[in-house]
Structure formats: C-alpha cells, structure tokens
DNA sequence: GTCTATACGGCGATAGAC
DNA sequence: GTCTATCGCCGTATAGAC
C-alpha cells in the first residue's frame, strides 16, 4: 500500500508521456512499463488494461482543462465578450495540450464503441445557457436570427480542426512548428470576429 | 492471370471497407484476408505488406475525390461562385463518404513518418490560383483585404469538421442519422454565406 | 495463382508463485 | 504488490503442393 500510489503514478506519467510523444497505438505497453521502471504484469494489476489507462488518463486531462470553458458559455457575461473569451480560451487550451487534440482525434473516428470518453467529451458542451442566450438576444432584435446548433458547431470547427490538420498546412506553406503555433495565435482574434459577423444583421 | 485482377480487387475492396470502417490499426490482415474470401500468403503475394495496402487504397481514394474539387478550385469562376460551389461539392462528396473525414484526420496526424499520404492530401490544396485570386479581389477592392490561408483554413474547417464531430451532435440533440444528414444539407448555404460574409467590408 | 502449413518476433493480457 | 512465465493474436515471411 505505501509504494502503491506511487507505482500507480509512475505508470500514469510514463504513459501519459508516451502516449503524447508517438500516439496511443504505436506505445506498447511493455515500453511503458519499463519507461515507469516496472514489470509489463504490473500495468495490468493497475489498469486492467492498455485501453483503460487511456481512459484514466484522457478523462483526467478532459476534466483538468474543461471547467473553465464550461464556466464561460454558462457565465452571464455580454455575448459578444463571451465568445471572444470561449475562443480565446479554448485555443490556449488546445495549444498547451497537443495530447489532447491526438485523444479527441482517435476517440472520435471510433466513438460508437468509446461511450465513456464521448459522454466526457459531451458534457464539455452544455450549451443551454448559451442557446438561451442566442435566442434571446435574436428577439431583442440585436442579432440575426440563428440556428444555436449551427452556431456552436460552426464555433468548433473554426476552433479546433486547424490543429487536426496541423501538418497539412506546415508542409503547404512549408513553416515550422513555432510559425504554426504564430497563425494560430492570429485566429484568436479572427475566429471571434468571424462568429459575431455572421450574427450581424446585414 | 485470369483471375489475379479479380482477387487483387477483391483483397483491395475488403481492405478499403474496413480501413474506413475500423481504422487502419484495428483491422488485422488475417480478417482482410477472410472478408476477401481468400487466404492469409495471397495478401502477400499481392501487396507485400499492410502498410503497402493502406498506401495503394489511400492514394486511390485521394485521386477519386479530389479531381472535382481542384477543378472548381482553379477555374474561372467568379470568387463568390467559386466559394459557393466548392464548399456544395465538397460537402456532397463527405457525405456520400462519411467515413472519410475522420480517416484523413486519423491520417494526418500521425504524417510524420507517412510522407506519401502526406503529398497526396497535400495535393488536394493547390490553391496558388485561389489565393492569387482572393489577393487581386482586395487590390481591386471588391473584398477586403485577406489572409488566404487563414480564409483557406476557415473553409475547410467549416466543410470538414461537422463530420468529425457528427456522433458528438447527434449525441448532443438527441437526432437520428437521417436528421444529421438533413442538418449537414443545410450548412451547404449556410458556410458558403459565412465565408462571402467574412470577405466583405464593414 | 492459389492453396496449406508453419515459423518468427512482438504485442496485450493473465495465471500463479512469492 | 510484485514478479516470472506463458497464452493467443498480430504482421510478415516462406516452403512446397496443386
């Protein structure tokens, strides 16, 4: 029992490491194992499986960084400041934690089976203050009427998928990493911009 | 000789239909080979390894979906039409192909080592005349002034990413696969809009 | 060309001794 | 808790019958 968090903890850092550096499916476990300085058996006494270790580790990291993007879209701040502060956000957030772009990409493609890590993925979008929010200001008559859904949807996508298409666009317009990390800096301020534009009345 | 084209494709075929499926590390050879209703040694005698499969199938699927849309890309139409069609073409192929989206993005991001996937996708975005096109539309005034691959990007984002993230909005709003679909058919007026929009001055 | 049979090393998972 | 030893599956390869 004293040196069983440890352990547990060893194996959770390696792998994390790991996993974050060459993808979940070309770590083995046994790489893992002697990463974290024990025997391949001892993984497996720990998590019952090479599966529920991503688990473990995917729903800690979800909940590490999703309160404060749940606390904005349910804040009760102007909606203009909110989406510039949701963007805002989320792309720091996705800039930090590159393992979390590769977990939500190889959840997603097989997500019928990944019913736990959807659910924790689901939950990160409560989206009802917000769709509130959106018809609300629509029949004051400051916006633009809008499909929430579309909305939110058209949000995420501006927001996330560059990361998923990182390489693509570093080996068309032939930058580095570091000038990557620049053009998604730019996009904090243009994918607000786009969003409150296409509430605008025109 | 005679039926050597015959098993060839049936072997390609049965890989296709599983890598898109499955993902390419969670379909086995021995199951390709079963699927093809032949044995384990003609997948070799075939194609030398799994890896040489994936290659042939990914090029092939690349090539076949990609030639209308660098078509539309590079025309003479003018730039609003352009934007319109491009995005209603591409939005059709994804969704007679639903699986492609998550598969490509399963590719890219692990492109370091696939460099031949890499130049395929790459391919795909010959968008020197589009760009040039976008920058001679701000010289004349008729847009405002733009980055091209920030605009680029965004069009992407919009077209693709709905499909990544299609169990998450089904999940989300309770709607059946038929209703995604309809929503998905929706968004072929509504990005095309958002993109014009984001190009003119305010 | 197509098959059966067999082999290799690596993998995830596990039984059982301590 | 921690270990060794082992299981069955994987991708890949090859030898040899038809």
Redesign the pocket.
């Not at 770590?27 to 790489?31: A, K, L, P, Q």
């Not at 019952?48 to 529920?52: D, G, L, P």
């Given at each position: 029992?004293a040196?069983?968090r440890?352990?547990e903890q060893k194996i959770f850092d390696a792998a994390t490491e790991l996993f974050l550096e060459k993808g979940v499916d070309r770590?083995?476990?046994?790489?893992i194992a002697t990463k974290a300085g024990?025997?391949?058996?001892?993984?497996?006494?720990?998590f019952?499986?090479?599966?529920?270790l991503f688990d473990a580790i995917f729903t800690q990291l979800v909940k590490k960084n999703s309160e404060e993007l749940i606390r904005i879209l349910n804040s009760e701040l102007e909606l203009e400041e909110k989406i510039r502060q949701y963007v805002y956000v989320y792309i720091d957030m996705l800039s930090e934690n590159p393992l979390l772009v590769s977990f939500v990409m190889a959840i997603l493609h097989r997500s019928r089976e990944r019913i736990t890590e959807m659910k924790a993925i689901s939950n990160l979008y409560a989206t009802d203050q917000f769709t509130k929010q959106l018809i609300d200001e629509a029949k004051k008559g400051n916006i633009r009427r809008t499909d929430p859904t579309h909305f939110f949807v058209d949000m995420l996508s501006l927001i996330a998928f560059p990361f998923a298409i990182k390489m693509l666009v570093m080996d068309k317009n032939n930058i580095t990493e570091e000038e990557f990390m620049l053009f998604i800096q730019e996009r904090k301020a243009r994918v607000p911009e786009m969003l409150i534009d296409s509430l605008r009345h025109r």
């Open positions: 029992m040196k069983s440890n352990t770590t083995s476990v046994r790489e024990i025997n391949l058996a001892l993984m497996n006494y720990y019952r499986s090479k599966e529920n």
